[in-house]
């Protein structure tokens, strides 16, 4: 089995461009599609990015994704941050029929 | 609108057992896989079980293989998870997931709190 690491938290500002870092442990990060989601406080998680780059419709076009086979990640992208953004971000694949998760990102839009 | 709404959750003692339920609405239940998520207090999500639509495979985590069985009953548009010799390590709100075609998690219910305590 493989890990996907998180950095604990990041913080912006509003109107600024962050990006959270996924990283696999072992095995290529191509070999598994990459999703993410975001979970605000009291909340369910909502799905944001799926297939690496893909946003489920209603999902605005400052958040992408993407993978980087060279650092064997993923990455999430928010550009524009408002201070709505301000939520726990997962990365999330699969190591044959199970899932893997990260261990979240804390964002604060500060 | 999709909609996913668990129930069953709960107090059960340690080595209790406890069965919940997701209900689905809004899209072709038989057609999706389904997924339990949970998350403990203040941590993060952890991958429980997965069923396929047919309901003929299934895979679970290593930390409840052997004490939880998922299930559905396409008939009744329902996900169950039944959980039995229950540890305080359970304690979490549970969240079923409909499954993407092919990777991922499209929609997730609320979730449902359970709790093992004595």
């Known amino acids: 089995n493989f890990m996907l690491t998180q950095p604990h938290s990041v913080s912006e500002s509003p109107g600024k461009t962050v990006t959270i870092s996924c990283t696999r442990s072992?095995?290529?990060?191509?070999?598994?599609?990459v999703q993410w989601y975001l979970q605000r406080p009291g909340s369910a998680p909502t799905t944001i990015i799926f297939?690496?780059?893909?946003?489920p419709s209603g999902v605005p076009d400052r958040f992408s994704g993407s993978i980087d086979s060279s650092s064997n990640s993923a990455s999430l992208t928010i550009s524009g941050l408002k201070t709505e953004d301000e939520a726990d971000y997962y990365c999330?694949?699969?190591?044959?029929?199970?899932?893997?998760f990260g261990g979240g990102t804390k964002l604060t839009v500060l | 609108e999709v909609q996913l709404l668990e129930s069953g959750g709960g107090l059960v003692q340690p080595g209790g057992s406890l069965r919940l339920s997701c209900a689905g609405s809004?899209?072709?239940?038989?057609?999706?896989?389904m997924n339990w998520v949970r998350q403990a207090p203040g941590k993060g999500l952890e991958w429980v079980s997965v069923?396929?639509?047919?309901?003929?495979?299934?895979s679970y985590a290593d930390s409840v293989k052997g004490r939880f069985t998922i299930s559905r009953d396409n008939s009744k548009n329902t996900l169950y998870l039944q959980m039995n010799s229950l540890r305080a390590e359970d304690t979490a709100v549970y969240y079923c997931?409909?499954?993407?075609?092919?990777?991922?998690?499209?929609?997730w219910g609320q979730g449902t709190l359970i709790t093992v305590s004595s």
């Open positions: 072992s095995g290529s990060i191509a070999r598994n599609y």
């Open positions: 997931a409909k499954q993407y075609d092919t990777s991922g998690f499209e929609d």
């Open positions: 999330q694949s699969y190591h044959n029929t199970m899932v893997v």
């Open positions: 809004g899209f072709t239940f038989r057609n999706f896989a």
């Open positions: 297939e690496n780059n893909q946003r």
């Open positions: 069923i396929s639509g047919t309901g003929y495979s299934t």
